[in-house]
């Protein structure tokens, strides 16, 4: 079940609002055994497109909730250059992601918690900032940081407690 909030809790930005958005995509991903990522892809304030991971279900190494959001966009626009949209996701893009949104011209990035092990925008690698390529965005770290975070631990706390139930 796909939900949008369409509404705001008090005080709260319309990047927690979407980012909020995101998080919805993340637990469907979880729910389905796929490591929980969603990402949200908005444009004149309105939701654009909206995917989780799908690597497990589809054995698909490129299965990443914004790829797959990219394509739905890009789709829905009829062209790869997805000018005017913010990508919300709640894990900090890997270098297969950060480089789709370089290419598809996504002018920005906002982001729930870092990825210490496959971060690409901040973690271990600069690509959006990386002046040797042909676009940049602007980058926005840290949003909801430790709900997305803490969504990502339970979902591994959960699989580590089941294979200790399974021994």
């Known amino acids: 079940m796909r939900h949008s909030f369409g509404w705001r809790m008090p005080g709260e930005t319309d990047d927690e609002r979407f980012m909020r958005e995101a998080m919805v995509?993340?637990?469907?991903?979880?729910?389905?055994?796929?490591?929980?990522?969603?990402?949200?892809?908005?444009?004149?304030?309105?939701?654009?497109?909206?995917?989780?991971?799908?690597?497990?279900?589809?054995?698909?190494?490129?299965?990443?909730?914004?790829?797959?959001?990219?394509?739905?966009?890009?789709?829905?626009?009829?062209?790869?250059?997805?000018?005017?949209?913010?990508?919300?996701?709640?894990?900090?893009?890997?270098?297969?992601?950060?480089?789709?949104?370089?290419?598809?011209?996504?002018?920005?990035?906002?982001?729930?918690c870092d990825d210490p092990k496959a971060g690409a925008t901040r973690s271990l690698y600069n690509i959006g900032s990386d002046a040797r390529l042909n676009h940049r965005f602007e980058l926005l770290p840290g949003v909801l940081g430790a709900e997305c975070s803490a969504q990502l631990s339970a979902f591994f706390a959960r699989l580590r407690a089941e294979k200790k139930a399974d021994s």
Do not use: W
Not at 76 to 104: I, Q
């Open 25 to 112: 995509e993340a637990e469907l991903a979880g729910q389905a055994g796929d490591v929980p990522v969603g990402c949200v892809l908005v444009r004149d304030g309105a939701v654009l497109a909206r995917a989780h991971n799908h690597r497990q279900r589809s054995q698909d190494p490129t299965a990443h909730a914004e790829l797959l959001a990219i394509r739905e966009a890009a789709a829905k626009l009829g062209s790869f250059r997805l000018l005017g949209v913010t990508a919300y996701v709640t894990l900090e893009p890997c270098p297969m992601c950060a480089g789709a949104l370089v290419n598809a011209r996504v002018p920005r990035v906002v982001y729930g």
